[in-house]
């Protein structure tokens, strides 16, 4: 079956511009993970949902950064006025419940 | 604060040679350990976990909790192991995030 999928794979923004990164878990997965990786740095917990809910947004490094998963399923990252700290690899993450989490390609976004 | 430490960035070594990808961590309870890799334009992927006691492509990990470690040894490097590997921590109970080190990027030579 098909894995976690992002969209888009790679992103260029402007520094100020809003952007909207896509995941859709794996079909089933009640729990989806956000992580950013900087250049050189390990992945770094961003929040965490439970079916539709933000259980914990703790890891959102501003009030730009927004997250949501409206039914449950497919998830937006949104980041507004992007600055150039924010350029890094965004990666979902999907599991059952406690269970493996399963990345996914991540998107790639470079903010210039 | 839970934190895990990879003190080398990079790993040399030659085919059919020995090799130990060294993990600390800092944690006040009782953690799940694992091991992620990510091989060149592929996703990360788990590895394996302590918990599971189980080897995978024939690279082994013990939990010593007196050293508070979780290196990753295989005896006989293949080249199709070099990748970059990553040492995570999940807290105990409730506790879902995974707290990542920085990463050991592994070569293995021919």
């Known amino acids: 079956g098909a894995g976690v999928s992002q969209s888009p794979r790679y992103k260029v923004a402007k520094r100020g511009q809003d952007v909207a990164l896509r995941c859709d878990p794996i079909?089933?997965?009640?729990?989806l993970f956000w992580y950013q990786q900087a250049l050189g740095q390990g992945p770094e917990f961003l929040t965490y949902?439970?079916?539709?809910?933000?259980?914990?947004k703790s890891g959102l490094p501003s009030d730009r950064f927004f997250a949501e998963r409206p039914e449950g399923s497919v998830s937006t990252l949104k980041i507004q006025r992007t600055q150039q700290e924010d350029s890094a690899v965004y990666l979902c993450a999907s599991s059952l419940q406690e269970r493996e989490q399963f990345f996914g390609p991540g998107t790639r976004l470079t903010v210039l | 604060a839970q934190r895990v430490t990879q003190p080398e960035k990079l790993l040399s070594v030659f085919k059919g040679a020995p090799v130990e990808l060294k993990c600390n961590y800092s944690y006040s309870g009782s953690p799940e350990l694992f091991w992620y890799v990510q091989y060149s334009r592929q996703r990360l992927q788990l590895l394996l976990r302590?918990?599971s006691r189980e080897s995978i492509k024939g690279f082994t990990a013990d939990l010593n909790k007196g050293e508070t470690s979780f290196h990753l040894k295989k005896p006989f490097a293949q080249e199709e192991d070099s990748a970059m590997y990553y040492c995570a921590l999940k807290g105990g109970g409730s506790n879902y995030k995974l707290t990542f080190g920085k990463g050991t990027l592994l070569t293995v030579n021919p």
């Open positions: 302590h918990i």
């Open positions: 949902f439970q079916n539709e809910a933000q259980l914990d």
């Open positions: 079909s089933g997965h009640v729990s």
